[in-house]
């Protein structure tokens, strides 16, 4: 279905909102309807990638903390995960991280969090430089474990979807 054959799709997404792709496609109202819809599409093909990499870093965290301690050691009231005698046990959870520094595995964590956030709270991620981001989500995955990197590299449709941009906002052919 064509998202601009809907006239009331503005209204029922607020002004505010559609206003961004309104502003983007040069106020051509079919344009920025389209923009939306693939918008939602391009933020739905990022949740597979995203869930693999939170499981995956969270159980590798887990397992690297709770060397030696129990399975609450969170609980523990010295324990502090960037605390510098704790970098090491941090550091073990990415057993592939290779020549990466600490401090780019960070960068890349935190682009990955506040992304997430953005498609979480549905805002525009069009502009957002969705193929670095698709890099850092397989990168981070391969720094747990190569296999991890694969099936996301392998399984995710993010690429797809990319590809599809020019003729769903040409042709409102999206899908949710």
């Known amino acids: 279905m064509d998202p601009s054959a809907?006239?009331?799709?503005?209204?029922?997404?607020s002004e505010p909102r559609f206003a961004t792709y309104l502003d983007h496609c040069e106020g051509h109202a079919d344009h920025a309807a389209r923009l939306y819809v693939w918008n939602v599409e391009l933020t739905a093909a990022f949740w597979g990638p995203i869930s693999i990499v939170e499981v995956v870093v969270r159980n590798s965290v887990h397992d690297a903390m709770r060397m030696n301690r129990a399975d609450d050691w969170w609980n523990?009231?010295?324990?502090?995960?960037?605390?510098?005698?704790?970098?090491?046990?941090v550091e073990k959870a990415f057993p592939f991280l290779g020549g990466r520094r600490r401090k780019q595995l960070h960068r890349e964590l935190d682009d990955v969090?506040?992304?997430?956030?953005?498609?979480?709270?549905?805002?525009?991620?069009f502009r957002a430089p969705i193929e670095r981001l698709r890099d850092d989500l397989i990168g981070i995955a391969g720094y747990v474990h190569p296999e991890a990197a694969?099936?996301?590299s392998e399984c995710q449709r993010i690429d797809q979807v990319l590809a599809r941009k020019h003729e769903a906002i040409r042709r409102g052919k999206s899908s949710l």
């Open 113 to 125: 969090r506040r992304f997430r956030n953005r498609l979480a709270h549905h805002e525009p991620i």
């Open 6 to 13: 809907l006239p009331n799709l503005p209204s029922l997404l």
């Open 76 to 89: 523990l009231p010295t324990v502090r995960l960037m605390r510098r005698e704790r970098q090491p046990r």
């Open 150 to 152: 694969r099936l996301i």
